[in-house]
């Protein structure tokens, strides 16, 4: 695969577009140890030396990101009212970054930011059933009757109702401030239906007051993550990543 000089830079980050020709005029690139003859260059990202401002740049066509998305964030590329999950990369210079995935503007946590378009789709197919956990928050007393409904599966107003989902309860307390029970629980689910774990806590009469997904698939949270930080994917749960797609 050949690509413009320009395009491998933007790509992994050295600029914009626009900011890479410059530097290219400005004689700050290098292609195998000679000055390229213009941003239109093709490069070998397997063979040829890029070198920008004196630093190796090597070509990575994939990558892959965790992100703790914190609330009041969008899971989008772009949007008009909210900053989105891609506000928070420095890699953004490389455009067609995207999340795997939506998490609820109020939603928080594990949120995988990749170019990777085949490993999403894979991952998101309704077929695949990759697990997703969520902790939550819930207004009032979880019981072992809800951990047996989400068991069964629940009607939320879709064409089916939802596969088992597996309800733990971890405690339930009153909160000090509020006089409020609350219960606070590990759900998981195998399906990414549009607002799923808040739909089937109202299918049963209970309010999501707080919802933060820890995991997905062999991915969990880093918890030395914190909101609005992310990291790269290691070598391990990229392979792990993959395989789990395409079972
Ligand atoms: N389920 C929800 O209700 N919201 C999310 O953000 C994710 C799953």
Known sequence: MLLRLDKYLADMGA?????????????????????????????DPCKDQVLFQGTPITYEKYEYFMFYKPQGCVSAVT???????????????RKDLFPVGRLDLDTEGLLLITNDGPLAHNLLAPRKHVPKIYY?????????????????????GEKHPTLPAELKILSCKEEPIQNTWISEIELTIMEGKFHQVKRMFEAVGKHVVYLKRISMGPLKLDELLQPGEYRKLTDKEIQLLKESGQC
């Open 15 to 43: 600029g914009t577009r626009s900011e890479v020709k410059q530097y290219i005029r400005k004689k700050q690139v290098l292609v195998n140890g000679i000055f390229p003859k213009g941003p239109e260059q093709k490069v």
């Open 79 to 93: 949007d008009q009212r909210y900053p989105t999950v891609l506000d928070f990369m420095k890699e953004k210079n």
């Open 136 to 156: 939550a928050k819930i207004a009032g007393n979880v019981s072992e009757k809800e951990v047996e409904l989400f068991a069964e599966g629940l009607e939320i």
